[in-house]
């Protein structure tokens, strides 16, 4: 019963828009007062045991990699490359923003981080190029989103962390639900854009634009290609990313400085000294929840009520899709997956298609007000309304809508290359 008093804490806490940490501490505290006898100093214990994990190095590694290659000059030469290759189709010009946007994803593991570093660049040519300015913004802003989905992607190895599943099958499992989002969105953009003038395809700009982004299309064939071969663990191959994309935009592409990159490494460092407190906390709050069975009690409580595999993954989807509207990603992950796991697990769903189910469904909520992140982030380093924001990307909740539907349907698309 005492564990039924935890859902009204923290659903209190977020709709007073409390920070996560507080909400997490709060819950962490009251956990440890209920189950732990009176002794909620046993949550230091457990932050310090949670946080002994060499799999947390690779989060704040992953977003100096990010960081390098974003604000160096990786994406301008990306875009150039999927301009060169398939400017010529209809729509050419959205189809090399979104096949940039994934190739980005591949290298930054975040949505913010490829919205901005690809938007930067194309939203502008877009519009320039007679593209309709709400398709233009929509289409950078939904490209962004796959980030989070295709690898490397920091909430899936949060996902990990707190679930203790296979950051390598999350990876692997990302990758088809991150090519149909992308081939989707590509088919839209070319669709919608079919009437306006082409240019004819230029095999020596192709040549050219090869030349110069060969180091950064490397980029995803060594960061991934090492995870796969199992040459390189997750943290080892983030350190190797980091490592290639510091060497290629100090001395091949020249386009950061020592002190520049200075800057990025205590950006980067600011980023992850919020995140990583947060994660002590909620791996502690997991770990007393486990120990004292509170997920099974949670289990045998819901399946009471549904009993199909089916009613169950459709009203989950529906939580999710209104959690996503309301909460940022990681704290929905560091809030949810622990209970919601396990849940899914009893219905007979794997831990790693859930994990990508749940991340393709707060993903649609960067796109949806009122905390859609690409949204918020949009509109300030674009310049653009929101409400304007919000019009652009609802044709691509839609299409977002319907992967998600598909890959629910389909398991089969995110697990054939788990091995």
């Known amino acids: 019963m005492s564990a039924l008093l935890l859902a009204p804490l923290a659903g209190m806490l977020l709709v007073l828009r409390q920070p996560l940490m507080l909400v997490l501490m709060a819950l962490a505290a009251a956990v440890h007062l209920i189950w732990g006898r009176g002794h909620p100093e046993w949550l230091l214990e457990d932050m310090w045991n949670a946080l002994d994990k060499e799999l947390i190095l690779s989060i704040p590694l992953f977003l100096l990699c990010g960081q390098v290659m974003s604000r160096g000059a990786t994406a301008q030469r990306l875009v150039r490359v999927m301009r060169a290759l398939v400017g010529w189709m209809p729509g050419g010009l959205a189809v090399a923003c979104v096949l940039a946007c ?18 930067s ?66 088919l839209y953009a070319a669709w919608k854009n079919r009437r306006l003038p082409v240019q004819p395809f230029d095999a020596a700009e192709l040549r050219a634009a090869l030349r110069e982004g060969v180091w950064a299309l490397l980029m995803p064939v060594i960061l991934l290609g090492g995870i796969w071969s199992g040459f390189f663990s997750i943290v080892e191959s983030a350190a ?4 290639y994309a510091v060497a290629i935009e100090l001395f091949v592409h020249r386009a950061l400085s020592a002190s520049r990159l200075r800057g990025l490494v205590l950006e980067a460092a600011r980023i992850a000294g919020g ?15 486990n120990e004292h069975r509170v ?9 009471q009520w549904i ?39 009893a219905y007979g769903f794997d831990r790693v298609l859930f994990g990508v189910l749940m991340i393709l469904n707060l993903e649609i909520g960067f796109l949806t007000p009122p905390v859609g992140l690409n949204l918020i982030v949009a509109a300030g380093a674009f310049r653009q309304p929101f409400a304007m924001l919000c019009r652009a990307a609802a044709p691509f ?3 977002m809508l319907g992967c998600l539907t598909l890959v629910t349907w389909q398991p089969w698309i995110a697990l054939a290359l788990v091995r």
Do not use: H, K, W
Not at 103 to 119: F, K, N, P
Not at 275 to 289: E, N
Not at 295 to 303: F, I, K
């Open 240 to 243: 190797v990313a980091f490592a």
């Open 275 to 289: 995140l990583l407190p947060v994660l002590a906390v909620a791996i502690s709050l997991v770990l007393i929840l």
């Open 121 to 186: 660049v194309m939203a502008p040519a877009l519009v320039s190029n007679g593209y309709e300015r709400r398709f233009s913004y929509g289409c950078v802003m939904a490209g962004g989103t796959l980030g989070i989905i295709i690898p490397p992607s920091i909430p899936m190895i949060l996902y990990g962390l707190v679930t203790e599943t296979s950051v390598v099958d999350l990876f692997a499992a990302g990758v088809g639900p991150g090519l149909l989002l992308a081939g989707v969105f590509a």
């Open 102 to 119: 994934a190739v980005d994803a591949s290298i930054s593991g975040s949505s913010i981080a490829t919205m901005l570093a690809i938007g």
């Open 397 to 399: 909740v839609v299409l």
């Open 295 to 303: 997920p099974a009690t949670l289990v045998g409580a819901v399946q």
């Open 307 to 345: 009993d199909s595999p089916l009613a169950f993954i459709l009203v989950v989807n529906l939580l999710l899709l209104a959690v996503g509207c309301l909460m940022t990603i990681d704290a929905a992950i560091l809030v949810l997956a622990p209970l919601l796991a396990p849940m899914a697990e």
